[in-house]
């Protein structure tokens, strides 16, 4: 019979997991997966833009199982994501063909198609409605039919007018103010499968900021539009709907009308319209727009033109600032990255301070005769 | 064992290509191989480098041990060998010397490696060059240049500011006379443990998404000066208090009744075992 | 005797171009100076060669915009050539062009067999690091791996361009533009190379430290005999200190000669007026 050790840590985990379980029930009452996925919108959107995960009821469910802590909630989501195979991969999706529920332009008051406010927080005043305390359900339903009632007399109109609408860049583009743009057919590289090298391409650094922690984007991009940086920019068009996802017949070569619909996902697009100058003949200077890109999973509207801010800073490097520095951005923007790594300080390093240690012991005991000799000799 | 997932976490498809750059870094030793790190179950930063090492690695007959700061028993290390052994149902155990698979944390085993071993690396930061130059693209040309004026810099910096070189862990290293490799957070007391070690050492670092790897017998020279050679910690008179070990990394302890420190063996179960050989021979 | 002939630098037929160049700028006859009104392309060297022979320092004068620091770039890899040659002789013998060498190479020359002092000390310095450390960064580059060696070449050095040896420790951000320019200076003397590149050293500098630094320098050179290619808009430095003389305009070279024969009787139009503007 030999000493064993004692197993202290696995007994130390497993009650801490208790008492977390603790924490979550000890009210006694129980999170409903639908209720979250019915009145956490907000939360749900930002959650799965920010895993990169297109699942309502999963989010839902990473959203109770983390207790409503959303770098916790992405965190799980992340994980579940990384062990899912690719089966499958969607045609190219136009984003002209986005239902819209949602659509205004700063730049232009009259818009092709007109300006559509849809849902937004933008003219609530953020007064807290007391009466929401105790809203039941029974007052819920009731709003909901008159509203219905309301719109309905209006359906068969809403059912004919088509939901999408033409670009207003594309307006912009017929007017020679952005120059035109081709279509890029290049395969973008995949982030979750091979690692990020520099100098990036296009489709990484808009693959990384879309799934950026939503205060880290917006944070870097409000440095870049208020001083530590070089953009001024203005909404060209911001539009939310949902976006017809297809894919191809997975064996057959087929023509387009055999792919198969999958679905829509709701998402927020930004095309920012950024001016610059741009040299002509003999030193002639034309102003011109140049477009930063935004697109993010749900309504996340200052996400998503955050993006578009950062996109065109990171197409402008600029060692001046770090907004405009791809490695600066990419590198530090990502909620499981930035989180899992200040997170890991809490971690013992008693090992890297007992070394420290033995350094910090060995430079008091150095003398400084050496080095004082040393000026000696050479004077 | 978990059945939600398949047998080590990954679809084999994300196995294969993380041993894809495992290969890669074997055949380039010392050279960071960028690899296409997952999202783990447990944090970036608490490591997931070396998780997504092992469990593309391992298999049903292998016996993996696990250690944070020199310890079976640290929450840490427990944590990702309750994970592994979830998601595969391999054992695992706490004698250095039954194991195939060594995952560790800022430590090597104080019992010498086989030619059957595998040490698996935690890294929280790869690039040697980092605190020198904090731009990637940077570095990777410097690297490729064998540029590594910047590494002696820092460290001549320190001479010259506090007589003699103060890098605590992680103090870096020259691979087999090309590339200049960050060891991972080991104390400088390791750093002679991997030139010419019989086991492959493969060093993970998931946020960075960088594999590297010590192949067995390769050449591991610690940076220093032809007249600052490099030191260890020095334990100078001290001894296990346990054991009695005195040619092993010790941790620092005080006792709160006398006052005074006192050290004990980092290495947890090499602790043991001498107690319990001690112990076999007394009986004797 | 050949020895004595060869020159320590030759550079021949140097070209670098900012822009890719249109049809309409292929032959330079349509350009505005040196630059391509219709795609922007500027012609900054335009087939310079020249050589520098030990010992010898040659001038380089002209305003700014004319190319002259573009080529003191191109000699040193911060910029690459659009084409061109250039050989030092102590590097394979003098017998490969520079600018086709590989990056690890070209770090080799740079480390080895050149020096250079930039008009902005923040390009040629580590503002953090320890002066002592900046000289043996270029030392460590070269593959010395001995400290107390690199020390006392460092307090040797530091001690030539007259900084306080007590003060080597510091970095040079704490120190006067003046000094700083010494310790760039000594800094590309650390190695002993056979080449120094000087880029308006002494621009931006008070009247009486520019006389000190270029002071420094011309004893510097004669103590060494090292060569030197030196680079200014100020002609009165050029004739402190240069042997023969280059003038460039517009990125061509437009007059050469021995430096007192240029002062004396300059030829180009440009030249008499540079001249005389200094008189």
Redesign the interface.
């Known amino acids: 019979m ?9 007994i ?2 497993e009650e801490s997991i208790n008492r977390l379980t603790s924490e979550r029930l000890q009210k006694g009452l129980v999170l409903d997966i639908k209720n979250i996925e019915a009145g956490l919108r907000g939360l749900i959107d930002q959650v799965m833009s920010e895993s990169s995960l297109y699942h309502e009821t999963l989010a839902a469910l990473a959203i109770k199982q983390a207790e409503g802590n959303p770098e916790e909630a992405v ?1 799980l989501l ?2 579940y ?5 690719r089966k499958h991969y969607s045609k190219v999706i136009e984003s002209e063909e986005i239902k819209v529920e949602r659509r205004i332009s700063a730049s232009f008051k009259d818009i092709p198609g007109g300006q559509l406010l849809g849902a937004t927080t933008d003219y609530t005043h953020r007064l807290l409605n007391f009466s929401l305390m105790n809203e039941s359900e029974k007052e819920a339903q009731e709003w909901l039919s008159k509203f219905n009632e309301e719109i309905g007399h209006n359906s068969e109109k809403s059912e004919i007018i088509s939901l999408t609408f033409p670009k207003v860049l594309d307006y912009l583009r017929e007017e020679g103010l952005i120059a035109p743009c081709g279509n890029n057919d290049v395969e973008p590289h995949d ?9 990036s391409s296009r489709s990484e650094r808009l693959q990384i900021l879309t799934r950026g922690q939503t205060g880290a984007v917006t944070s870097l991009a409000y440095a870049s539009i208020r001083g530590y940086g070089a953009v001024h920019p203005t909404v060209g068009e911001l539009r939310v709907g949902q976006l017809p996802i297809h894919i191809s017949h997975p064996f057959e070569l087929g023509e387009e009308e055999d792919d198969y619909y999958i679905g829509e996902v709701k998402v927020t697009e930004v095309e920012m319209l950024i001016p610059v100058a741009v ?1 002509r ?3 002639e200077k034309d102003l011109d727009f140049e477009v930063g890109y935004g697109l993010c999973f749900g309504q996340n509207e200052t996400k998503a033109i955050s993006m578009s801010i950062l996109d065109y800073s990171l197409e402008h490097p600029n060692h001046a600032f770090p907004s405009h520095n791809e ?1 600066f951005v990419l ?1 530090h923007i990502d909620s ?2 930035s ?6 300080l809490k ?6 301070f ?7 012991r ?2 008091k005991t ?3 005769k ?2 004082v000799s ?2 000696e ?3 | 064992m978990n059945k939600a ?2 047998f080590a ?3 084999e ?2 196995k294969r ?1 993380i041993r894809r750059a495992t290969l890669k870094a074997i055949a380039i030793p010392g050279y960071q191989v ?8 447990i ?4 490591g ?1 480098g070396g998780l997504q090492l092992t469990l593309s690695l391992i298999g049903k007959n292998d016996v993996l041990k696990v250690i ?12 990702i060998k ?1 994970l592994v052994s979830d998601t595969t149902g391999v054992v695992a155990t ?1 004698h250095t010397c039954d194991a195939t698979l060594i995952q560790s944390r ?2 090597i085993p104080e019992v010498p490696l086989t030619k059957e071993q595998i040490l698996v690396l935690q890294v ?1 930061i790869p690039e040697p060059l980092r605190f020198f130059e ?4 940077e570095t ?1 040309k410097l690297h490729a240049e064998k540029e590594y004026s910047g590494a002696w810099l820092m460290l001549f910096e320190q001479i010259m500011n ?3 070189m ?5 103090h870096p290293v020259m691979v087999q006379d090309r590339y200049v490799m960050a060891p991972s ?5 390791d750093n002679t443990k991997m030139d010419h070690c019989k086991a492959l050492i493969l060093l993970g670092a998931g ?1 960075e ?2 594999v590297y790897a010590v192949p067995p017998y390769t050449k591991v020279v610690s940076l220093a000066f032809d007249d600052y050679p490099f030191k260890g ?2 334990f100078e008179n001290k001894h296990c208090r346990l054991c009695g070990a005195d040619d092993v ?4 302890l005080i006792d709160e009744e006398i006052g005074e420190s006192y050290y004990l063996c ?1 290495d ?2 090499y602790c ?1 075992e001498m ?2 050989e001690k ?2 021979a007394g009986v004797k | 005797m050949t020895g004595y002939e060869r020159p320590v630098l030759s550079v021949k037929h140097l070209n670098k171009q900012y822009g890719r160049g249109c049809l309409k700028c292929v032959n330079k006859a349509s350009l ?1 100076k040196n630059y391509c ?2 795609c ?1 392309t500027v012609y900054a060297c335009q087939d310079i060669s020249f050589d520098v022979h030990p010992g010898e320092v040659v001038g380089i004068v002209g305003e700014s915009g004319s190319g002259k620091s573009t080529l003191m770039k191109c000699l040193y890899f911060d910029q690459e050539v659009t084409d061109g040659e250039a050989y030092i002789s102590v590097y394979e013998n003098g017998e490969k062009n520079l600018f086709q060498q590989s990056a690890q190479q070209k770090r080799y020359i740079r480390n080895n067999v050149m020096g250079k002092v930039y008009q902005n000390p923040l390009l040629g310095l580590k503002m953090d690091f320890s002066s002592i450390g900046n000289i043996a960064e270029k030392l460590i580059s070269a593959g010395n791996r001995h400290v ?1 060696m690199m ?2 070449r460092g ?2 050095l530091l ?1 030539k361009v007259n900084i306080p ?2 003060r080597r420790k510091e970095a040079p951000k704490k120190f006067s533009g003046g000094m700083q320019q010494r310790v760039q200076i000594a800094k590309a003397l650390s190695n002993n190379p056979p080449l120094l590149l000087l880029d308006e050293v002494t621009t931006g500098l008070d009247l009486s430290v520019q006389a000190s630094v270029l002071d420094l320098i011309k004893e510097l050179q004669r103590e060494l005999n090292i060569s030197i290619v030196l680079v200014s808009h100020d002609l009165s430095v050029i004739r402190m200190l240069a042997d023969r003389t280059f003038v460039m305009l517009e990125g061509k070279v437009i007059e050469e000669g021995l430096t007192d024969q240029i002062l004396e009787d300059p030829q180009a139009s440009y030249t008499q007026q540079l001249v005389h503007s200094m008189l």
């Open positions: 030999g000493y064993v050790a004692v197993k202290g840590g696995t130390a985990i965190f992340r994980a994501r990384s062990t899912l195979p982030v979750t499968r091979k690692s990020l090298e520099f100098p040299e003949e003999y030193g490695e590198y499981v990255e989180t899992g790594f200040i997170s890991h971690m013992p390093h008693y090992v890297t007992q070394s420290k240690l033995d350094s910090v060995k430079t150095t003398s400084k050496d080095e040393m000026v000799q050479s004077l | 997932y398949n976490f990954f679809d498809g994300s290509e960028p690899f296409a790190s997952r999202e783990m179950p944090g970036r930063g608490w997931t944070d700061q020199g310890s079976d028993e640290s929450v840490n290390a427990v944590s309750k706490e800022h430590r929280p904090p731009s990637e693209h990777k506090y007589g003699t103060t890098t605590d862990a992680d957070p080991i104390p400088r007391f946020r998404k960088k910690e020095s990394f010790l941790d620092e980092n947890t179960s043991l107690i319990n112990k076999l | 505005l009104p219709s922007g107390k020390e006392s307090i040797e001690d040896v007590h």
